[in-house]
């Protein structure tokens, strides 16, 4: 495919592609600089068809989020609450059934699911939630806990990180989602979340989450205070991490939202920094599969753009998120299989129904 740039410097990163050449550090921080934005996409673009056609995937998937009381209080999050807050809450078993119960008539195909570090719930309640999740709904696949939860429990049960895993894989985890990370880098670690787990133990844990036979995926939250050097270090500790392990099944660039955050700030991400991470995901990450675009952070309508410049996943249908929405976001909460289906559509692409592990469900409808 011949492109016509208007920024010529792009046609060294253009050449490096077509050779299937690695990108190395300086190629990520100009993709971020360039202002050839058009250009920038189409070697995105190119790459993603080379990888999955005219394909673009979702998933019928169901969030439950089982509490907001989190004792590290992240300056980022607007989520977390202290426990006897407003609107603090914890769902007990018999709760997170009832929800379940609520849309057993749906065919969803993931839960996923994620919480704050509540001191209150004991390490059996994490292993009964799983067996509950798995009891109703046994055909989905239940992806669930970031490595900073993995962490807090290990220590809750007092079990090293490899038999926390393991028994939360015998009690029904089968696949992580990639949260907590946020940026692997220690400024940024002890500037906004110093009580979190620090990048050196998120990437051992993910280690070993990945040596236990369970896929996760990766995310980066951008668009606060860091640089854009400390990105393109965070893109390549996941390629590296990648090369070693094959463990990650998706990368999710996540855009930040500040309000109602001790960041609140800072002005939201503009749809060409939230393009610019899509496609410098889909370049610098070669051994990734899938690059996500998030329609929860960043909207539906550039969601849609985004699958032209490298994402190829619009994640999915979500059903009642809670997380982004309480720092700003105005997307829908939820969407449905025939609303999933139009936006891939109208975008030019053939909606792919998977499950957590990209096997097609439905056959790509032809646009």
């Known amino acids: 495919m011949k492109i016509s740039f208007i920024d010529k410097k792009l046609k060294g990163i253009y050449s490096k592609v077509l050779k299937n050449s690695r990108l190395c550090k300086e190629d990520g921080i100009y993709i971020y600089e360039t202002r050839d934005l058009i250009?920038?996409?189409?070697?995105?673009?190119?790459?993603?068809?080379?990888?999955?056609?005219?394909?673009?995937?979702?998933?019928?998937?169901?969030?439950?989020?089982?509490?907001?009381?989190?004792?590290?209080?992240?300056?980022?999050?607007?989520?977390?609450?202290?426990?006897?807050?407003?609107?603090?809450?914890?769902?007990?078993?018999?709760?997170?059934?009832?929800?379940?119960?609520?849309?057993?008539d749906e065919p969803v195909n993931e839960l996923h699911i994620v919480g704050g570090l509540n001191e209150d719930l004991s390490f059996e309640y994490f292993i009964d939630l799983l067996k509950t999740v798995k009891k109703v709904r046994p055909k989905a696949t239940i992806k669930a806990f970031t490595c900073v939860e993995i962490d807090y429990l290990s220590n809750l049960a007092g079990l090293t990180i490899e038999k926390t895993i393991q028994q939360l894989k015998e009690a029904g985890l089968e696949m992580m989602p990639?949260?907590?990370?946020?940026?692997?880098?220690?400024?940024?670690?002890?500037?906004?979340?110093?009580?979190?787990?620090?990048?050196?133990?998120?990437?051992?844990?993910?280690?070993?989450?990945?040596?236990?036979?369970?896929?996760?995926?990766?995310?980066?939250?951008?668009?606060?205070?860091?640089?854009?050097?400390?990105?393109?270090?965070?893109?390549?500790?996941?390629?590296?991490?990648?090369?070693?392990?094959?463990?990650?099944?998706?990368?999710?660039?996540?855009?930040?939202h500040s309000e109602n955050t001790q960041l609140s700030h800072l002005p939201p991400t503009t749809a060409i920094d939230d393009l610019k991470n899509i496609a410098a995901a889909r370049l610098m990450l070669d051994n990734f599969d899938h690059i996500k675009a998030y329609w929860v952070m960043i909207g539906e309508k550039l969601a849609q753009?985004?699958?032209?410049?490298?994402?190829?996943?619009?994640?999915?249908?979500?059903?009642?998120?809670?997380?982004?929405?309480?720092?700003?976001?105005?997307?829908?909460?939820?969407?449905?299989?025939?609303?999933?289906?139009?936006?891939?559509?109208?975008?030019?692409?053939?909606?792919?129904?998977?499950?957590?592990?990209?096997?097609?469900?439905?056959?790509?409808?032809?646009?």
């Open 39 to 104: 250009g920038l996409g189409q070697i995105a673009n190119t790459v993603r068809r080379k990888r999955h056609g005219n394909k673009a995937f979702y998933i019928y998937n169901q969030h439950l989020n089982y509490t907001n009381v989190c004792k590290n209080r992240c300056e980022f999050c607007a989520y977390a609450k202290d426990e006897g807050d407003f609107g603090a809450y914890a769902w007990s078993i018999e709760e997170i059934k009832k929800r379940l119960l609520e849309r057993i």
């Open 178 to 256: 990639g949260g907590g990370a946020e940026v692997l880098n220690s400024r940024i670690h002890e500037t906004l979340f110093p009580k979190k787990i620090d990048h050196n133990r998120w990437l051992k844990i993910v280690k070993a989450v990945h040596k236990a036979g369970i896929k996760t995926n990766a995310t980066m939250l951008y668009g606060h205070i860091e640089t854009i050097e400390e990105r393109v270090d965070h893109l390549i500790t996941l390629r590296d991490l990648q090369d070693e392990t094959c463990g990650f099944s998706a990368f999710i660039p996540l855009a930040f």
């Open 305 to 367: 753009v985004a699958l032209s410049f490298g994402a190829d996943d619009l994640d999915g249908t979500i059903i009642e998120e809670r997380i982004t929405h309480t720092a700003g976001a105005t997307s829908a909460k939820g969407l449905t299989k025939i609303q999933m289906e139009k936006m891939i559509i109208q975008a030019g692409f053939a909606p792919v129904e998977r499950d957590s592990f990209y096997n097609a469900i439905n056959a790509p409808i032809n646009t």
